[in-house]
């Protein structure tokens, strides 16, 4: 389909608008996060990296660091072996508080954190394996079969590699998502306990705190960003060896055991 010059502006304006929406809020973060005062001015009145030491010895971020890493971790782990359940994040977060505190009795912990984070991240980790399946052959498997390999060696030596970018990049989104999670956590976590984004929620409204919220916020985008990019690159390059690999290697090879 060829696009008139006016529709291709108005397509560019529309990607222009919206990136802008995305990235300018956190650009202004960004700016005052460097910020010399610890009242929110425009422009701020000086530039400082002070407020990034403060963030860093602050033993409450640390322990809400921790807390967010743990819960990312096995979150993550526990989306790789588990079927995917799509919800919207509140509906998530109110089902499992009261199905942990009303009907199982049980206290909201980080366990509770863990489960809520997972019942996401697991959609996302399916997801991206099941694009990568539908991309994959079936006629391999089915001359694994052929050849004599049974369900598992198939399973080990044909299908597991043909997903094992998919599982590490699914792993790393998931992990990005859990991260940042704030929607189910409040509704999950336990009290006396934060997550790095539910310290950031605590601390936002106390003026003291503010430049060091600022600060943490830009870490945490930072740390969002990387396991991101690392899932988009694995992508990339598993394209870019699928389409390398499009005359393929010999049916016989593909499903040779060691």
Not at 2 to 30: E, H, M, N
Not at 52 to 75: I, N
Not at 194 to 209: A, D, V, Y
Not at 228 to 242: D, K, M, N, S
Request: net charge neutral.
């Amino acid at each position: 389909m060829r696009l008139s010059t006016r529709s291709k502006l108005l397509l560019r304006l529309a990607v222009v608008v919206g990136l802008a929406f995305i990235y300018i809020p956190l650009i202004v973060i960004a700016i005052y996060a460097f910020n010399s005062s610890t009242l929110l001015e425009w422009p701020p009145p000086g530039l400082t990296t002070a407020w990034f030491p403060k963030a860093v010895e602050d033993s409450s971020v640390r322990d809400a660091f921790l807390t967010s890493m743990k819960v990312g971790l096995v979150a993550t782990t526990i989306a790789l072996v588990i079927l995917p359940i799509a919800l919207p994040g509140i509906v998530t977060g109110v089902a499992l508080s009261d199905t942990f505190t009303q009907v199982l009795g049980v206290s909201l912990s980080l366990l509770t954190v863990i489960i809520g984070h997972a019942t996401f991240c697991i959609v996302v980790v399916y997801n991206n394996v099941i694009a990568r399946l539908r991309r994959s052959a079936p006629s391999i498997d089915e001359a694994s079969a052929d050849l004599g390999a049974d369900p598992w060696q198939t399973f080990r030596y044909v299908t597991l590699p043909a997903m094992r970018t998919a599982l590490v990049a699914g792993a790393l989104l998931a992990f990005a998502l859990s991260f940042d999670e704030i929607i189910v956590t409040l509704f999950t976590i336990g009290a006396g306990q934060e997550t790095l984004p539910i310290w950031i929620f605590n601390n936002l409204f106390r003026p003291n705190q503010v430049p060091i919220v600022n600060a943490v916020a830009v870490i945490v985008v930072l740390l969002s960003i990387l396991p991101v990019y690392l899932a988009h690159r694995l992508t990339r390059e598993e394209e870019g060896v699928a389409g390398a690999r499009a005359g393929g290697p010999s049916i016989a090879e593909a499903t040779a055991t060691p």
